[in-house]
């Protein structure tokens, strides 16, 4: 994801949400390659909450985690597909001020070979929902 402007960053002050798209499979099944996402910048984080938050590495690449707890230092943050990697497995927990927003939206696109009035029936219905984050995400994490 490419790095917001200091023009996006004024903006954020005023208006708390923003969007982003999702890169790459870290985070299926719950989020997909191309989903458009409704981020709230700012917004308290929970454990089990999907954040976007910037690279600790490469402070210019935007991240879609989920916040699996906290710990010394920040935020213990790991991708829902376990065999994709680019987690805090890799580069430990993520400072608070790194984590930069929660998911609240998830909006599908639809698909090119969706065209049968059931296939286009069924995405209308699943295109938009909401991502919440699981209560018992850290237990379930932690034990990966």
Do not use: C, I
């Not at 707890?69 to 001020?97: C, H, I, K, Q």
Request: avoid cysteine; aromatic fraction near 6%.
């Amino acid at each position: 994801m490419p790095e917001p402007s200091q023009e996006t960053e004024r903006r954020r002050a005023a208006a708390p949400f923003g969007l982003a798209e999702v890169t790459g499979p870290s985070m299926v099944p719950t989020l997909h390659h191309g989903d458009q996402l409704v981020v709230q910048y700012g917004a308290r984080v929970r454990p089990g909450d999907v954040v976007v938050l910037r690279h600790p590495f490469q402070q210019d690449l935007l991240v879609v985690k989920r916040a699996a707890e906290r710990r010394e230092g920040g935020w213990w943050v790991l991708g829902d597909n376990a065999f994709a990697g680019g987690d805090s497995t890799d580069y430990g927990t993520v400072p608070d001020e790194l984590v930069l927003g929660r998911v609240r939206l998830r909006y599908r696109p639809r698909r090119r070979d969706q065209r049968s009035p059931l296939a286009v029936l069924r995405w209308a219905l699943s295109a938009a929902r909401p991502v919440r984050g699981f209560g018992s995400v850290s237990r379930r994490l932690r034990a990966r």
